[in-house]
Nanobody, 115 residues
Framework: VQLVESGGALVQPGGSLRLSCAASGFNFSNYDMRWYRQAPGKERVRIATITNTGFIYNYEDSVTGRFTISRDNAKNTAYLQMNSLKPEYTTVYYC?????????WGQGTQVTVSS
């Protein structure tokens, strides 16, 4: 079982990134997918969820209108489109798959927003 995030990078404020989370070793289409972020020394914060049927929950107010979660079940991949990035979004982003009781985490990808 693997979740592999990619797409993290250094980007200027106001820029955009698309994070990808490639899944393998489990039936991706049966799993809800989430993106989290975690700053050093702080708890992971849930950003958004997309259910296995494509219903979307955006949990974090600060990203509403800026970030969009999506998935492509044919490619076993979830995405996080991040627009209008701000320096405070600098941190490690993780993807998460859940179909109770199974839960999987990726290793994280670093996003740095800086001029």
């Amino acid at each position: 079982v693997q979740l592999v995030e990619s797409g993290g990078a250094l980007v200027q404020p106001g820029g955009s990134l698309r994070l990808s989370c490639a899944a393998s070793g489990f039936n991706f289409s049966n799993y809800d997918m989430r993106w989290y972020r975690q700053a050093p020394g702080k708890e992971r914060v849930r950003i958004a969820t997309i259910t296995n049927t494509g219903f979307i929950y955006n949990y974090e107010d600060s990203v509403t209108g800026r970030f969009t979660i999506s998935r492509d079940n044919a490619k076993n991949t979830a995405y996080l489109q991040m627009n209008s990035l701000k320096p405070e979004y600098t941190t490690v982003y993780y993807c998460h798959a859940r179909s109770s009781p199974s839960v999987y985490w990726g290793q994280g990808t670093q996003v740095t927003v800086s001029s």
